[in-house]
């Protein structure tokens, strides 16, 4: 008996090693192949999430954000406890005991779906499986995955600290609303920081990832007050909250930015415009799409939020104006069907779906309306997010719409979406609400630091929402006669002075196209003319006489120094700006006339940092030479050391600063700039006026401005640049100059001051003055030269009809327009006045 006791004993003994030795085979095997061909988790230490790239202002405020997962990194030390504990409450309450999976809550979930005939199947991964699974496998459920999953996480468990793999995790989760990770989710549902959030926030963030779409805090809000409570109970139990804080947070009602009680960090930033879009484009050629996109890229913008806002404006006000001189009514192009009229609130829901801009606050902000009754007098109209008041009558005055040309009735029907606007009283008082419309008339504006290349504002249309096109970088135009002064400058780079004579006469150019004759705006010739009344008033014959006598060769080379064009055109039509470059451009190359002939590259970056902070793009690479030195004697800045290079000579540069000055003083934008501060500048037109311009600068600030149609087309008889462009830069350097100031010129040590009349180029005395007197700037030792006149090598008529303005000896003329006029004798060589073009 005791011989079968033990022989059963041992049998049993056997079987069981034997079972377990099999056991293990069966597991090694399963391990062994499927452990084979995993992926290499050593890639998660060098794991580095799609974030956030954020634009911020000088000021440190963001302006604007680009992401493909709108996720923010935070580490692990900075993530709150509380939040750890709802998370790991709701996910893996024994996160930090297991090595990797949890056996007993498999078993568990096993049983579970056993006992509920499968209608009860939950997951048993841990969080260390979730990342498994999220970072190195697919998302599928089979038993395969599952293995692998689980080898990875115990291999995992042993090369990383548990904190490192939480810390993974709460950045890579999605939690719904397109937000990754629990910072981006603590600001998309409540607007705080992960610092801010109380127990019953967490808690509810912890358990949108089973089921994000499913637990929507207003369309499924009690299922979402559910699983709240459910995971701050699993917080209570596992002792991270106590009784009190449990029973307040369960019975707290669940506020969201969803639902409204609190606001949307995203109404907290300003609409994307041309600036930070223009920014993107940049960025996105220079550090590749996915790595602005999901780099975490800290940028700091050159911007000046005000001066943005005056760009815009006196750019919209511009074509605006320009606008409402032709008549025309175009509206939207949208329209409501008739049955969205039948209740205020069809057509307000309506009215938000419709894609109209929202971005233009010209004067006022423009708000969408609709159209609901065309009454004799009066537009009955209903406006987006502005409800009904006695003191706002919801209508427009027939009034309001004197400039349209055409019948009232012609140009409205109930259904029309429309833009409008309130107009106020002196007293602020509501007068009355004032149909407005985009412009079918484009340009853009832009405006630079001289000395440092920042771009401080940018427009680049009428309205980014209306059209993302940005005509300051992006748009190809003829510049026209903005581009003279490049001309000007390689003249007086080689040997011409501002008192230098050429001739204004007619020209014929024979071209494969057939004859080319040239003439000024005004369709009258000058004669003999100093240069500085040349670009004073923007004579094109004179222009291209003295492109002739240096060479095109020569004004290529200019234009090319100072990124104007990359190849010019060396035909004589280049010299009055046939070739295309872009807005951008060419406030750049004006930069350098007025800082003195430096060069200066633009940027709307400040610096680039990396989601670690460290710098990977500084635009100022200038030295400070003091700046660290703690003994610096008081009251003495820091000495700043420039290595830029020198792309014009100083005098040159001053000399052709003083012309552009006469430009504004009594030339071609005298009526436009009024400001009583020294700015020079040029203004711009081109064939048939289908572009205008005008490039102003102060000795701190250059800004330009452009206008023309997209599809060019003349903008009309008597448009100019002066006329167009100049009170856009003229409105905008108001608003700069009360900002920044504005000093003067800076004045080469070398020039040598001389009197000139700016009449006739001759040289006067020392202490001569009037009008007609210029203290020219010439280099050392260098005289002007009378009684050569240069023409360029093209013939002038002896009996040529030639317009004298000049106010010596009186005598009567008839002038152009049929009126008497007392001038002058004829100017002669060395003696001729100033003329035309704009």
Known sequence: MLRFIFSFVGGIFTFLTLGALMAAVGIGGVLYLYGRDLPSYETLSQYTPKTISRIYSGEGRIIDEFAEE?????????????????????????????????????????????????????????????????????????????????????????????????????????????????????????????????????????????????????????????????????????????????????????????????????????????????????????????????????????VDRELQISAAQSLQQALEEFDRTLGEWRGTGKTMPEEALASEEQWRAELRRTNVPRDVALVAPWYPAVILEVAENTLRIGVEDVTETEAEPFVVPREDIRWLQGDFFDNFTPGDVVHVRRLVGDDGG???????????????????????????????????????????????????????PFVYAAALDSGYSPATIVVDAPIEINTPQGTWRPKNASNQYYGPTPLRTGIERS?????????????????????????????????????????????????????????????????????????????????????????????????????????????????????????????????????????????????????DAKDVWFIGFTSGIVAGCYIGYDTPRTLGRGASGG????????????????RYGAAPFAVPGACQFINIDRFTGARLSNDAFGDNVVAECFRPGEEPLFGITFDGGFAMASDLPLVDEVPRSSRQVTTSTGETATVGPRASFGTLSSGGLY
């Open 539 to 687: 004579r094109n014959l004179m222009t291209i006489r003295l492109a002739q006598e240096i060479g095109m060769d020569t004004v290529a080379n200019y234009a090319e120094r100072f990124g104007v064009y990359q190849r010019m055109d060396q035909g004589l039509a280049a010299s009055l700006g046939s070739d295309e470059t872009t807005l951008f451009k060419m406030v750049a190359a004006y930069s350098m006339f007025a800082n003195g002939g430096e060069r200066v590259e633009p940027t709307l970056v400040d610096r680039v940092q990396d989601r670690y902070g460290n710098t990977v793009y500084r635009h100022d690479q200038r030295e400070c030479v003091d700046c660290t030195d703690p003994m610096l004697q008081e009251g003495l800045a820091p000495r700043i050391y420039s290595n830029r290079d020198r792309v014009m000579n100083e005098i040159t540069a001053y000399q052709l600063t003083s012309m552009m000055r006469g430009v504004v003083q009594r030339g071609t934008a005298a009526r436009a700039i009024t400001l009583d501060a020294p700015i020079a500048g040029k203004t711009g037109t081109t064939n």
């Open 70 to 302: 709108r996720r923010l990194f935070t580490p692990a030390e900075e993530i709150p406890d509380i939040v750890k504990q709802a998370f790991i409450s709701a996910e893996d309450k024994n996160f930090y005991e297991h090595a990797g999976y949890d056996p007993m809550g498999m078993v568990s979930a096993f049983v579970d779906a056993v006992q509920s005939g499968g209608r009860n199947v939950r997951g048993a991964s841990t969080i260390t499986q979730q990342v498994m699974k999220n970072f190195l496998l697919d998302g599928s459920r089979t038993f395969e995955r599952k293995i692998r999953e689980i080898i990875l996480a115990a291999r995992i468990e042993q090369a990383m600290p548990k904190e490192r793999i939480l810390e993974l995790y709460l950045n890579e989760i999605f939690l719904g609303q397109n937000s990754y990770g629990i910072t981006a989710a603590a600001l998309t549902y409540f607007n705080k920081p992960l610092s801010d959030l109380s127990p019953g926030e967490a808690a509810y963030l912890a358990s949108l990832p089973k089921a994000p779409s499913d637990r929507h805090p207003v369309r499924d809000r009690e299922i979402a007050v559910f699983w709240r409570n459910n995971t701050l109970r699993e917080m209570f139990e596992n002792g991270y909250i106590d009784r009190a804080a449990y029973d307040a947070e369960r019975e707290a009602p669940l506020l969201s930015v969803q639902a409204g009680d609190y606001e949307d960090f995203r109404d907290e930033l300003p609409d994307r415009d041309y600036f930070t879009d223009e920014i993107r484009r940049q960025l996105s050629q220079n550090f590749g799409e996915e790595e602005f996109f999901s780099g975490g890229l800290s940028i700091r913008a050159t």
């Open 430 to 484: 509501f007068l009355r609400w004032s149909l407005r419309q985009v412009p079918e008339v484009q340009g853009a504006f832009m405006a630079m630091d001289v000395n440092t290349g920042r771009v401080i504002a940018m427009q680049g249309g009428f309205s980014y929402q209306h059209s993302v096109f940005n005509r300051a970088t992006q748009a190809q135009r003829q510049p026209g006669s903005s581009f003279k």
């Open 723 to 738: 006329g167009i462009c100049g009170p856009v830069v003229n409105r905008f350097l108001g608003d700069a100059i009360d």
